[in-house]
Antibody, heavy 116, light 113 residues
Framework: EVQLVESGGGLVQPGGSLRLSCAVSGFTFSTYEMNWVRQAPGKGLEWVSYITTSSSTIYYADSVKGRFTISRDNARNSLYLQMNSLRAEDTAIYYC?????????WGQGTLVTVSS | DIVMTQSPDSLAVSLGERATINCKSSQSVFHSSNNKNYLAWYQQKPGQPPKLLIYWASTRESGVPDRFSGSGSGTDFSLTISSLQAEDVAVYHCQHYYTAPYTFGQGTKLEIK
């Protein structure tokens, strides 16, 4: 069974940092591109970042560029999102998402709350 | 960046009736190299992550009931539920995956009338 399990969310003060992790199982992680997508409370979906299988190509949404860093460890079957300089508007559920289009699978998400 | 705009924002349809949700992209998401539209539809129920329904604009994901269908090409797309069931109450999202950023529409809330 394909599984993506996010962790690392929580309450953080504005300006603080968090590192999200996504542990995957049930498929060959190293052969799939990966994404982070977030959803603010009661709002729509916002694509955050993308990484290719070898980490050779990485993209970010303008809203997080320069503050967030996506990475992966294929040996550990894990995806990461380092989030720095957090703002109130970064408050959201963060989803780890495998692939694009036909290969898409979503994790259950982890909640990040940025508040003083 | 490609902007995705869904209409309507919300929709109320009677059980057994047809529901249609539209999605318009600010640029074409059709790739001539493989004749495919890089457009997906997702269903999201409260407290759950989105679930893939349709990819390549019209290909139904395995296990998705055939009352769900996707159509369109270029910049204009639709998701149609041919006969609304109670379990179809959800928010529906379109997303392009043509080129980064892979933006979503704002979502359409589907309810029972």
């Amino acid at each position: 069974e394909v599984q993506l399990v996010e962790s690392g969310g929580g309450l953080v003060q504005p300006g603080g940092s968090l590192r999200l992790s996504c542990a995957v199982s049930g498929f060959t992680f190293s052969t799939y591109e990966m994404n982070w997508v977030r959803q603010a409370p009661g709002k729509g979906l916002e694509w955050v970042s993308y990484i290719t299988t070898s980490s050779s190509t990485i993209y970010y949404a303008d809203s997080v560029k320069g503050r967030f860093t996506i990475s992966r460890d294929n040996a550990r079957n894990s995806l990461y999102l380092q989030m720095n300089s957090l703002r109130a508007e970064d408050t959201a559920i963060y989803y780890c998402v495998r692939g694009r289009g036909s290969t898409t699978v979503w994790g259950q998400g982890t909640l990040v709350t940025v508040s003083s | 960046d490609i902007v995705m705009t869904q209409s309507p924002d919300s929709l109320a349809v009677s059980l057994g009736e047809r529901a249609t949700i539209n999605c318009k992209s600010s640029q074409s998401v059709f790739h001539s190299s493989n004749n495919k539209n890089y457009l997906a539809w997702y269903q999201q129920k409260p407290g759950q992550p989105p679930k893939l329904l349709i990819y390549w604009a019209s290909t139904r994901e395995s296990g998705v009931p055939d009352r769900f269908s996707g159509s369109g090409s270029g910049t204009d797309f639709s998701l149609t539920i041919s006969s609304l069931q109670a379990e179809d109450v959800a928010v529906y999202h379109c997303q392009h995956y043509y080129t980064a950023p892979y933006t979503f529409g704002q979502g359409t809330k589907l309810e029972i009338k």
